[in-house]
């Protein structure tokens, strides 16, 4: 039998989630492997997704919402001609219309349109909470839900290949091979439905992949039997350190011991000028002598206001 682990302060691993699997399910798995119930995830994949899915275990679980925030990429297929009510291959038809003869050009322009700063509709079957229930319960209790646009930031939204094919029904269907980089918050999905309405055909996600949250790629994922196997191995999982995961995913403020000592006893320092402008923009990596992480902190009023102390 596997020895427990002691995680100390614990760590991140990266998980190439499985299609099928949803991200709780994950979490379960991870609990088993690294033998404690202190662990979480950083940012949801649905349950057809494949990917990077940010696992903290132990004292990183106070990492995750911040990471969550982070910028994000992916690989999908978008399917066009066909309409599905989750926006995704998962759900049923709601039309199918039919796409053939679309030209690149007009594929190009209505990708541009939503490319940047651009307001999107979250997906009607998502977690967003409408009257403090999620959007996909009141969907599917039969509902039908009108959600507000928000802002999303698209930074990348590039089309790779066009491939005209012919669907299980044989109704004329477009796949496009994309990949997208985009900010917290945004729905591929959503991407692909605005999509076809733009080109008037409809549309769906069929394939999802996510290559990178944050930092943290593909390249450097594990599969749950490649973890499995190095518990039944070497009795424990290699965990990226917490103070590692920090530096990776945040800027970095380094203190003295007296001033580390203040910050961690909850002193309010002042944030030196380049300090205090990354502050503003997000989470500031907090770090004393001897590399050892403290805190992450944001800038308010040019002041250091902790967001989660570690040490």
Same mark, same amino acid.
């Given at each position: 039998?596997?020895?427990?682990?002691?995680?100390?302060?614990?760590?991140?691993?990266?998980?190439?989630?499985?299609?099928?699997?949803?991200?709780?399910?994950?979490?379960?798995?991870?609990?088993?492997?690294?033998?404690?119930?202190?662990?979480?995830?950083?940012?949801?994949?649905?349950?057809?997704?494949?990917?990077?899915?940010?696992?903290?275990?132990?004292?990183?679980?106070?990492?995750?919402?911040?990471?969550?925030?982070?910028?994000?990429?992916?690989?999908?297929?978008?399917?066009?001609?066909?309409?599905?009510?989750?926006?995704?291959?998962?759900?049923?038809?709601? !039309?199918?219309?039919? /796409?053939?003869?679309?030209? %690149?050009?007009?594929? #190009? =322009?209505?990708? @541009?349109? +939503?490319? &940047?700063?651009?307001?999107?509709?979250?997906?009607?079957?998502?977690?967003?909470?409408?009257?403090?229930?999620?959007?996909?319960?009141?969907?599917?209790?039969?509902?039908?839900?009108?959600?507000?646009?928000?802002?999303?930031?698209?930074?990348?939204?590039?089309?790779?290949?066009?491939?005209?094919?012919?669907?299980?029904?044989?109704?004329?269907?477009?796949?496009?091979?994309?990949?997208?980089?985009?900010?917290?918050?945004?729905?591929?999905?959503?991407?692909?439905?605005?999509?076809?309405?733009?080109?008037?055909?409809?549309?769906?996600?069929?394939?999802?992949?996510?290559?990178?949250?944050?930092?943290?790629?593909?390249?450097?994922?594990?599969?749950?039997?490649?973890?499995?196997?190095?518990?039944?191995?070497?009795?424990?999982?290699?965990?990226?350190?917490? !103070?590692?995961?920090? /530096?990776?995913?945040?800027? %970095?403020?380094?203190? #003295? =011991?007296?001033? @580390?000592? +203040?910050? &961690?006893?909850?002193?309010?320092?002042?944030?030196?000028?380049?300090?205090?402008?990354?502050?503003?923009?997000?989470?500031?990596?907090?770090?004393?002598?001897?590399?050892?992480?403290?805190?992450?902190?944001?800038?308010?009023?040019?002041?250091?206001?902790?967001?989660?102390?570690?040490?």
């Amino acid at each position: 039998m596997a020895k427990k682990k002691d995680n100390g302060p614990g760590g991140l691993v990266v998980v190439d989630k499985p299609a099928g699997f949803t991200s709780h399910d994950v979490v379960a798995k991870m609990r088993g492997i690294a033998r404690t119930r202190r662990v979480g995830h950083a940012g949801t994949l649905d349950p057809m997704a494949t990917g990077v899915l940010v696992i903290g275990v132990e004292k990183a679980t106070r990492l995750l919402g911040h990471l969550a925030l982070t910028e994000k990429e992916y690989v999908a297929t978008v399917r066009l001609g066909q309409s599905t009510v989750t926006e995704d291959a998962e759900g049923e038809f709601t !039309a199918s219309e039919g /796409a053939e003869g679309l030209s %690149r050009a007009a594929i #190009d =322009a209505a990708v @541009a349109e +939503l490319t &940047g700063d651009i307001m999107q509709v979250p997906s009607k079957v998502s977690a967003v909470k409408v009257d403090g229930k999620r959007s996909y319960a009141r969907v599917r209790e039969g509902e039908d839900v009108e959600l507000a646009a928000r802002p999303v930031t698209i930074s990348s939204f590039l089309v790779h290949d066009v491939r005209e094919e012919r669907a299980e029904d044989g109704t004329p269907v477009t796949d496009l091979l994309v990949s997208v980089v985009c900010s917290s918050g945004t729905y591929v999905r959503a991407l692909a439905r605005d999509l076809g309405v733009a080109l008037g055909c409809g549309g769906h996600l069929s394939a999802l992949r996510r290559t990178r949250v944050g930092p943290y790629k593909l390249d450097g994922a594990r599969s749950l039997e490649a973890l499995q196997g190095e518990v039944d191995e070497a009795g424990e999982i290699s965990l990226l350190p917490l !103070a590692e995961a920090a /530096a990776q995913a945040f800027p %970095r403020w380094d203190l #003295d =011991a007296d001033k @580390a000592r +203040l910050l &961690g006893n909850g002193v309010q320092l002042t944030m030196p000028a380049p300090v205090a402008r990354q502050g503003k923009e997000g989470p500031v990596a907090v770090f004393g002598p001897e590399d050892r992480f403290i805190a992450l902190v944001e800038e308010k009023n040019g002041k250091a206001k902790s967001l989660a102390v570690f040490a």
